[in-house]
């Protein structure tokens, strides 16, 4: 399956802005080298753990897709896999990360962790406040910092904040060497590179969704008509997600949906990304675990480098102003409506409807 056709590899206008393009340098297939601090030293371990990343345009250049796996794959251990996503707002002149990470025995938080930052002085700094209090209560910071860019090398470096930023602590310096210019997307049946014997997240909720995998076509009716759609779907991660493109023949819509149960939430999470200008990312959220249906929660969006991403009170959806409704996923048939509505006592109102077979 060609992942790199499906996703939209290849960069369009107005994406080929060297404002949108600043990130290239980590295009390409890459070792990562992942050195923790040595205990009561100064230095960081020589030989860490190791990784490879693959690092590649999506959505017609509008962002950069990060799959990593580790660079040896050992099916004795399904740990080292991870995902992340980086795009520019122009408007905002910052550049917005979501990833997802998960581990044997926790399977993350889906696509809602996040940071923010911008370049300065040849490095990247991407910040955001965490998730999951301290145990006094405070929301530390979290940088993530790229510097030392070059063609074949680069560093990595993530740290911790408690104290408003005036003092940082470095948890992991990662060095990044050049394998490829290129990311190899190749995979085996439907699924996605990070997708090797599924040992992560293998119980009931997080299957809930795999009747999706597959490729689909027929038609998407929206406010220009009724016209060829298709709908590509794979799983990732080593089981714990689902990534979708939907893809409108006729004028070249094209998005891609991230789908992941996560047991810390409790929830389905829905990242939805298309390839039109200005546009955000979003998050949806299922109301349980037979998720048929995604409310937004826009809450979740992360809006600034102060901002905690992660907040029990922003999965309040009964504000909802739009939301993706499975109304038909059997072995042949999917039928998936994106709605929308002006307010919480208005009517939704369908903006997408897919009807699709299946063709594998």
Known sequence: MDWADILGTEIQAPYDASEHR??????????????GRADGELDYVSDGSTTRQRVFPALDGKVLIELAEPFVIDPETPE???????????????????????????????????????????????????GRPNEDGTVGLRRYVFSDLHEQTFRWDGSNSDDEGATWSTWNVVP???????????????????YTHGQLCTDAPHRNLDGLVGSWTGSVTDA??????????????????????????????????GYSFTDALGHWVEFLLD?????????????DADPRSFEDASLLQIE?????????ERFVTDTALSRTIFEAMSDDNL??????????DADWVDERRYDLTRIN
């Open 176 to 194: 990044f060497t050049r394998i490829d210019a290129i990311a190899d997307l190749t995979s085996v049946g439907p699924n996605l590179p990070t």
């Open 80 to 130: 080292g896999r991870g995902f992340s996503i980086r795009y520019y707002i122009e408007e905002e002149n910052r550049w917005v990360m979501a990833q997802h990470w998960p581990q044997p025995g926790f399977s993350g938080i889906a696509f809602t962790d996040q940071l923010t930052g911008y370049f300065d002085h040849g490095r990247v700094e991407l910040f955001s406040r965490r």
């Open 275 to 287: 390839n039109q200008p200005g546009t955000r990312h979003s998050y949806r959220i299922s109301a």
């Open 22 to 35: 600043a990130f290239d340098f980590w295009t390409g297939h890459w070792q990562a080298d992942w050195r």
């Open 335 to 344: 039928i998936i409506v994106d709605q929308s509505r002006d307010s919480v």
């Open 224 to 257: 220009n008509g009724t016209s060829p759609a298709t709908l590509t779907a794979g799983r990732f991660l080593d089981g714990c997600a689902l990534m979708a493109v939907t893809y409108h023949t006729d004028t070249g819509y094209r998005a891609l949906r």
């Open 304 to 312: 600034n480098r102060y901002d905690r991403y992660l907040s029990s």
